[in-house]
């Protein structure tokens, strides 16, 4: 908690805003010079970068690739010892080629080089990596020049699925460009082993846990199934850091991961998953570590937490002793969010003109305020268009403005012309029902019923029907994860196989017993109500384990849809002008698209189902996350401008081995330690801007 007192600090030359915390041992404070460099670990936290979002779109289909090298940049410039990713790295389970192109570049760019890396890797590799083919830490690698090592865990956007449970991380982790750790491999017994690592007197314990469906880390808690190993030599000599990667607000009764629920001995905890930036390390109520949640590095929503300033953040930890400084990022697009009541404005509900009058001037200043805050940036590919966003109560006979038309008046001025209005009414007897979506929780009593509103549905809510539509056979919830597996992870068979193990399973139960006829109904709706969760979840596991091995049996080109056409294509294809007879339609298994090569309503690359009719397989072309002293830095003042280049000649010469200890690793009680004190830098002046227009070298 921070104590009423605020202490400035000169320190050289320059004023340092020191918040101090009221902690259970005395208050020490410490200059970063008192920390010395050769036992310092520097490490830059980043987390949800959503790398490839909305990639097709003409106008924002950049900015998460910009941001994310914004970051990397950050961390070449300011020298760091690794960077941590939170998860979420990438939008799509799946990524584009150019999306899965431009990061490896950016990667390769910054994060390769001839700098010595000064940590020592401890623990030992086949524990940390045991998912990879070449388990090890790529800084460590004869084959690789690493100046910069990368540690990331997965997320829900990019964890791991399909056909041999693979992920675009992997991909990153066996090119040596990331080092992927932290999946969960059994759900009944998490043993979260950590990443030893040593910098001179520094000793840390990186712990990582990927994404897992909440429900089931949740239940994995509860009846202690998840262990967090410690190291055996001296535990309480290390500084433990574990990313996390799932939903900290709750949104259900089982939804989230209660905060008190991780172990008392880590020190700092990386929170991901969510967006809203609110990277300002907080002490836990009950527990010893502080918790930051840095958010996202690029806005995938128009929600209100979207708005808020995006940061990173370099954490420097001494022996027991951290500080936290913030990283404003200058690239991002800007977005400012507003709130207007249609009856403060004194128009009455029947004048429609002035009403649309009245939003445009609106619109009109936050575009104004917008502007503003692009030319106060440093980066020189801070984009020029900004998005907007106005929710609008209109309650009271107010009528409500066609957001569509509404937009096309800022077509060239805001890069959201389509979803600028969101109209809601007040409904003060509403209240929210438990686990309702994340906006609607926000909204606390606003309802939604104007285009716009499904922005923050899933599309598993869809299989929600209510009491009176309730399914007799299949389980609304198992049908969830069903559609969630089809559409998420391109499981092409998943449904089918539910639907068809679930019938299957149902019979099994009928026979056995022995219902009559009259009775079967009734019967039905008892099992589904008595149903544990357990039982639900082994039938997902089965039926998704049964489409896997059906999908596994295809022949090549029944999987390849042929000769030609490929389903991670990121291009269109353009469809034919002709079309074919009636009998050169084939049923292909496609999802999406019709058109194919020759001319007939084909079906597109890939497994899925397409259209068409004949029940042949047909081929064709793709439409398309201590001790007790921690600075912080809290402004988002100028920081001082400094040169970053984009590209540097890269040595030949390989890194030497660092000798290598192997450390046992044992669950021990949690140690009953004080806390050292911890206190806040209250500046960005921590480094400099690497993104200055005219200092910035060009490409080679």
């Given amino acids: 908690r921070l104590s009423a007192a605020r202490i400035i600090d000169i320190t050289g030359g320059r004023n340092v805003a020191l918040f101090v915390f009221q902690l259970i041992s005395p208050v020490e404070v410490f200059t970063r010079n008192a920390m010395e460099e050769k036992d310092t670990f520097r490490i830059l936290l980043a987390t949800d970068n959503h790398v490839g979002y909305l990639e097709r779109d003409p106008i924002r289909g950049n900015d998460s690739l910009v941001t994310f090298e914004e970051i990397l940049a950050h961390a070449q410039s300011r020298q760091v010892d690794m960077v941590l990713l939170g998860g979420d790295l990438f939008h799509e389970n799946k990524p584009s080629r150019r999306t899965l192109y431009g990061t490896m570049e950016i990667l390769r760019r910054y994060c390769m080089g001839d700098r010595p890396c000064s940590i020592q890797f401890l623990s030992d590799p086949h524990d940390n990596f045991q998912h990879q083919p070449f388990p090890e830490v790529n800084y460590m690698s004869a084959n690789h020049n690493i100046s910069i090592p990368v540690y990331s865990i997965h997320g829900n956007h990019d964890d791991p699925s399909g056909d041999g449970s693979l992920s675009a991380m992997d991909v990153l982790s066996v090119n040596g460009l990331v080092n992927y750790f932290g999946r969960v491999h059994n759900i009944e017994d998490v043993e979260v082993s950590p990443i030893l690592l040593q910098k001179g007197k520094t000793k840390l314990a990186l712990y990582g846990i990927g994404h897992v469906r909440d429900e089931r880390l949740h239940k994995a808690f509860v009846k202690e199934r998840v262990k967090m190993l410690r190291p055996a030599d001296d535990p309480e000599s290390w500084f433990n850091i574990l990313a996390l ?125 917008a502007q503003e805050d692009r030319d106060q940036a440093h980066h020189e590919l801070k984009p020029r268009l900004p998005l907007i966003r106005l929710r609008v109560e209109y309650g009271g006979g107010y009528t409500a403005v066609n957001p569509l038309r509404f937009g096309q008046v800022f077509v060239d001025r805001v890069a959201n012309p389509r979803e600028i209005l969101n109209f809601y009414k007040h409904r003060p007897s509403y209240a929210p029902k438990q686990g309702s979506s994340h906006e609607d929780m926000e909204d606390g009593g606003m309802v939604r019923d104007r285009p716009g509103a499904v922005e923050a549905i899933t599309v598993t809510d869809l299989i929600d029907l209510g009491e009176k539509s309730k399914m007799g056979i299949l389980s609304e919830y198992l049908m969830k994860e069903a559609v969630s597996a089809f559409v998420d992870k391109d499981e092409r068979e998943a449904i089918a196989e539910f639907v068809s193990y679930s019938v299957l399973s149902t019979q099994e139960y009928l026979k056995k017993s022995r219902v009559t006829e009259e009775s079967i109904g009734q019967q039905l709706m008892t099992r589904k109500k008595h149903m544990q969760r357990e039982e639900e979840e082994k039938l997902v596991a089965e039926a998704l384990k049964r489409a896997q091995e059906k999908r596994e049996k295809e022949p090549a080109d029944d ?113 009953k330690r004080k806390r050292a004190p911890i206190a806040y830098l209250d500046s960005d002046e921590l480094g400099d801007n690497p993104f200055d227009k005219a200092k910035r070298k060009k490409r080679s």
């Fill in 245 to 369: 990667h799932q939903n900290r607000k709750k949104r259900g009764q089982k939804d989230f991961i209660p905060e008190q629920y991780l172990a008392d001995f880590l020190d700092l905890v990386v929170w991901g998953h969510e967006h809203d930036c609110q990277i300002d390390p907080t002490p836990h109520d009950t527990h010893r570590f502080y918790l930051t949640q840095p958010g996202s590095s690029v806005a995938t929503s128009l929600a209100e937490g979207e708005a808020i300033k995006k940061h990173i953040a370099l954490v420097e930890i001494n022996e027991r002793a951290f500080k936290f400084s913030k990283i404003p990022l200058d690239s991002v697009r800007t977005f400012l969010f507003e709130h207007v009541s249609l009856r403060d404005s004194g128009i009455e509900p029947s004048q429609d003109e002035q009403v649309v009058a009245y939003l445009t001037e609106k619109v009109d200043q936050m575009i104004t305020a």
């Fill in 559 to 671: 999987k390849n849809g042929g000769a030609s056409g490929n389903e991670d294509s990121d291009e269109a294809s353009a469809p034919s002008s002709s079309r074919g007879g009636r009998g050169s339609r084939s049923r292909g298994r496609s999802r999406g698209s019709r058109g194919s090569q020759g001319g007939s309503r084909g079906s597109q690359s890939g497994t899925g189902r397409g259209r068409g009719r004949g029940r042949g397989r047909g081929s064709s072309s793709k439409y398309q996350r201590a001790s007790e002293v921690v600075e912080v830095s809290d402004s988002d003042e100028e920081m001082s401008q400094v040169a970053a280049p984009c590209s540097a000649a890269r040595g030949s010469s390989f890194l030497a081995s660092s000798s290598r200890s192997s450390a046992s690793q044992s669950q021990t009680e949690k140690g």
